[in-house]
Nanobody, 118 residues
């Protein structure tokens, strides 16, 4: 079992930056690939970024070049650095964990709200 807790959301002006954190419980964090997603009101959940066990990353085109995912296995934490934020980035942001034996994200956090004002 893995419990995920996101933090770092808030209100920011367009063009600004935020860094989200996702703290994971358990001793086997390094065995999980991690992802970030978001969901805006009335829209489906959207994939943003993924980082695997070795640190390789993958991004959705909508955030490539603006968002950066990273992880600190010693702190059991994954981060999402968000730069050049736009009002359309407003959403609830979730982190998720995928065990190396799995092909899907098995665990999800409760989400953190990000609001970008114009």
């Amino acid at each position: 079992q893995v419990q995920l807790v996101e933090s770092g959301g808030g209100l920011v002006q367009a063009g600004g930056s935020l860094r989200l954190s996702c703290a994971a419980s358990g001793r086997t964090f390094s065995s999980y690939a991690m992802g970030w997603f978001r969901q805006a009101p009335g829209k489906e959940r959207e994939f943003l970024a993924h980082i695997n066990w070795s640190g390789s990353t993958y991004y959705a085109d909508s955030v490539k070049g603006r968002f950066t995912i990273s992880r600190d296995n010693a702190k059991n934490t994954v981060y999402l650095q968000m730069n050049s934020l736009k009002p359309e980035d407003t959403a609830v942001y979730f982190c998720a964990a995928m065990h190396q034996s799995s092909s899907k994200y098995d665990y999800w956090g409760q989400g953190t709200q990000v609001t970008v004002s114009s």
